[in-house]
Structure formats: C-alpha cells, structure tokens
C-alpha cells in the first residue's frame, strides 16, 4: 500500500461517514478553537489592564523619616527635581492619632458631639499631593503657618462625625480643650485616604500636639519618573549621609507588573485551553473506537485480502490524523474570529500570537493521531477470521 493508496482510503473510509467524521471534527474544532480563544482573550485582556495600570499607584512615592530627622523646609527642594509634580510633608505622632475631638464647648448628654481623631500636620500642599478636593471653604496656606494661627481644614468623615457640613461661618472645633477655626472640609482622597478622617493643622501649630519634625513624605511624581525619584528624594530630605535611614515605598516598574499580570493570565487560561483540548481528544477517541467496532466486517475483508497490520493501522491512524487537522484550522479560525470579535465588542486592541495559529493545525493532527492510537491498535490486532465471523 503506497501513500496515495493510504490517502485514498482514509478518505473514503471519512467520507463514507460524513455526518460522523463532522461530529467527529467538532470535538477537535471544540478544542482547539477553545485554546485560540483563551490565550487571544488572555493576552488581550493581560494588555488591557496593563493599559488601564493605576497611574495614582505607579506616580506615588512615600518616605517615611526617623524622628528629628527631616525639617519642614527640607522638603521644599524636592519640587526642583525633575519629574516630582508636588511633594507635601506630614507629621504625626501615636499621641497625636488619638485626640479628643469636639465640635462645640457644651456638653450635651442626649448627643455625641466629641470624637477620638487623628490630628496631623500638613503642608499647604496637601491637596494637590493626595488628588482631593475642597468640599467647603478652603486649605491653609503658608500664610497662616507663618502667624501660627488656630485654624484647622477637617477631613471628609471627620467632619461629616462633628456635624460640621459648613464653613461659611467660622465653625470652632476643640481640641484637648482648645478652640481651633475650621477654615475647611477636604474629600475626595484619591490618596492616603486615611485623612478622610484626620483634622489636618499648619505646621506651625505641630508643637502643640508633639509633632516638630516630620515623619512622612508624600510626593506625587509623572508617569515613568517614580523610580528615579525614590534615588534621588533621600538624598534631597538628608544630604548630610543619613539618607540609608529614610525608608522608602516606590511602586512597583509598570514592565515588571505587566509580565506578572500577562503570566498569570496566560497561565490561567493555558489551563483551561488544555482542559478543552483533552476532552475533544476523548471524543476523537470514543468516536473513533466506535467506528472501528462498526467497520469490523470490512477490516477482517481487507485483512483476508492481504492487508498487514501496519496497514490497518495506518488507515485509522491517518484517518484520525486528518480530521484532527481539519478541525485544527477550523478551530483556529474561529478562534482568531471571536477574539477579534470580543475585543471589538469590548473596544480592546485584539493581541494575536501569530505563531499560535500556525501551530494550530500541527496541534490538531496530532490530537488527532494520538486520539487514534489506539482505535487504529485495536484494529490491527483483529484476526481476519474473528472479524469475518
């Protein structure tokens, strides 16, 4: 038997059944088309959330300072460095976290007008480094830290906890019994969101509460610059070789967060391609037994005819093999076609291994072949006579 001969026959035998050797595809198309579409929608969707990579996270260093260590007015030079937008100290201490609050001097017992809130110092730049908003009047400036005046710009839930919804009239809060003007309510932190439910004062009026120097920077920087910042920002807070003390927290490189995104995907989704593949393989398989089992009569005439082992063999293996093929440039097809159909849906940018598709096919041939192996194995182990009878 030539190979014409073994593609002729192999044919026909497929032919013989076309609804079957249909149905018999589809598992292969199943599977393949199913490994095309979970890896296309896991590279696409790995690259979508690398294009949507939090810029807050990736623009956001902090350095954390030892106490005494880092003046005010040493955190005024980090706005000369390149690629810094706004940098803001902060000051705050274990005593000064838990303070008694009160929104007026009367004690009320049928309400609750006092609360245990955080008091920090903060830099007039503070808004602009935290990305909030002014809800009510305004922030402090430098003017009022250099007069030291009393005054106090209240978080969102802080504010909302006192009762205070309106600064238009100069409202008071008391501080371990002292009266401090509320000149504003600031919400909306896209950072430190912990401030939500600070009192925020200049940092003239620290002393007070113990807090003289500063103990945390904020410094918002551009996209892509945060790394050299987190360099170079110990160096500008403490040129005087203490800067191995500052402890700083820069966010992770945008190309090291995509790979670990794009790998954990891809393998996510290569393991459920895989699973698909496996279970169109055991259909290839069953059909395939099947069909051995039904061809019984014309496996024992070939065999009686003169046809070897090997020869049975070939023709199921090759059949097997062929619509494994089939259905693998099916599948990838499809494959490719919903793909670029879900990220048209979805207005994604379809992200394609080439190299995928032109694999399909082999793939599927050789589910096929080994989905066969066996069939084909059981076929040319049938005596001539047995199968005749």
């Keep these: 038997m030539g190979p014409r001969d073994l593609w002729e026959e192999a044919l026909a035998g497929m032919l013989a059944r076309p609804v079957r050797s249909a149905l018999t595809t589809l598992g292969t198309v199943l599977g393949i088309g199913t490994l095309v579409i979970t890896l296309g929608i896991a590279a696409t969707a790995g690259n979508q959330i690398v294009g949507r990579f939090d810029a ?54 049928t309400r609750v007008s006092g609360q245990t809130l955080a008091v920090v110092a903060a830099g007039p730049d503070l808004p602009r480094t935290v990305k909030g908003r002014i809800l009510s009047g305004r922030f402090y400036d430098g003017g009022h830290s250099a007069r ?16 205070i919804t309106d600064v238009r009239h100069a409202p008071a809060v008391f501080i371990a019994g002292r009266a401090y003007t509320v000149l504003g309510i600031l919400g909306g932190f896209q950072r430190e969101t912990s401030l939500a439910t600070a009192v925020l004062i200049p940092p003239a009026l620290g002393p007070e509460f113990g807090l003289r120097s500063v103990t945390r920077v904020l410094i918002s920087t551009r996209l892509g610059a945060a790394e050299l910042i987190a360099r170079q920002a110990p160096l500008m807070l403490d040129p005087r070789g203490g800067a191995g003390e500052l402890r700083v927290i820069a966010p992770p490189s945008p190309t090291r967060a995509k790979d670990g995104v794009q790998e954990d995907v891809n393998g996510l989704f290569l393991i459920l391609g895989l699973v698909s593949l496996v279970v169109g393989a055991v259909g290839i398989a069953n059909v395939t037994l099947v069909t051995v089992m039904e061809r019984i009569n014309e496996i024992g005439l070939r065999r009686a005819l003169g046809a070897g082992r090997r020869h049975i063999a070939y023709q199921f293996l090759t059949e097997s093999g062929f619509i494994g093929l089939i259905g693998g440039i099916v599948g990838a097809c499809l494959g490719i076609g919903v793909v670029v159909a879900v990220s048209a849906v979805k207005t994604w940018t379809p992200v394609l291994d080439l190299r995928l598709a032109l694999v399909s096919p082999l793939a599927g041939a050789l589910v096929g072949l080994l989905a066969g192996l066996y069939p084909a194995l059981r076929a040319a182990r049938m005596e001539p006579v047995e199968a005749l009878r």
């Design 148 to 163: 030291r005046d009393r005054v106090v710009v209240l978080g969102a839930d802080a504010a909302q906890m006192l009762g």
């Design 56 to 109: 807050l996270t990736a623009t956001s260093v902090i350095v954390e300072t030892p106490e005494d260590r880092v003046g005010w007015n040493d955190v005024a030079g980090l706005a000369r460095l390149n690629g810094v937008e706004s940098a803001t100290a902060l000051a705050q201490s274990e005593k000064s976290s838990n303070q008694s609050v009160t929104a007026n001097a009367v004690i009320d017992p």
